[in-house]
């Protein structure tokens, strides 16, 4: 009777060891099941936080819009032209950290030839912001020689330019990291010299 109470006893300690080793054992493919699941988790930010918020692009400069002040252009022998022009100009930071920019001039050309520059001044565009800057320009047909492809453009009414720049500057993200970078401009306009308008202004 003894030995059988004792071989009962021994049983049941033995279970009792064994379901303590299985609840280990359970606990412990848990905790490893919690700790994959965390770096897995973990990996998905990270690949997130470096396609987005690390990713550095090159910001986008462009002229917006722009007003003629003053113009005057004649169809004579040389022929010339003599406008004014305000020019609001952006700069479209898509970064998460700001973009600060060095002075840049924007040329102003007609059929490769200069006919005047623009200064945009240094400055800073903030993290996912387009910065609007205003500028003046003066443009003459000076430097250029007696042009029939000017002249007829000129009687027709409509007179095509174009402009191009590259603006150059830092991105910077959480003070830590710097990264240079620049945005290139290339617009084409048209300027409309009887109703003294811009009518088309197109930028790559």
Excluded: W
Excluded at 22 to 38: D, G, I, Q, T
Excluded at 54 to 67: A, D, E, H, L, W
């Amino acid at each position: 009777m003894a030995e059988q109470s004792y071989q009962q006893r021994k049983t049941e300690m033995e279970s009792a060891a064994e379901a303590s080793k299985e609840l280990k054992r359970k606990k412990r493919m848990k905790m490893l099941v919690y700790a994959l699941a965390f770096a897995i988790f973990q990996t998905i930010v990270i690949l997130v936080f470096s396609l987005t918020v690390m990713r550095i692009k090159n910001p986008k400069f462009r002229v917006q819009s722009i007003t003629v002040e003053d113009l005057t252009a004649a169809a004579t022998d040389p022929p010339s032209f003599n406008m004014k022009l305000n020019a609001q100009v952006a700069v479209k930071n898509t970064n998460f950290g700001h973009f600060k920019f060095q002075n840049t001039t924007i040329s102003f050309d007609y059929g490769g030839v200069g006919v005047g520059d623009a200064l945009v001044a240094n400055g800073r565009s903030k993290a996912r912001f387009t910065k609007k800057v205003n500028v003046t320009v003066e443009l003459n047909s000076n430097n250029m020689l007696n042009n029939s492809s000017l002249k007829s453009e000129i009687e027709s009414g409509f007179l095509a330019l174009s402009c191009h720049s590259k603006l150059s500057g830092k991105v910077q993200l959480m003070k830590l990291i710097k990264k240079k970078k620049t945005a290139e401009m290339r617009c084409a306009i048209i300027v409309n010299l009887v109703t003294r308008t811009v009518q088309v202004i197109k930028c790559q």
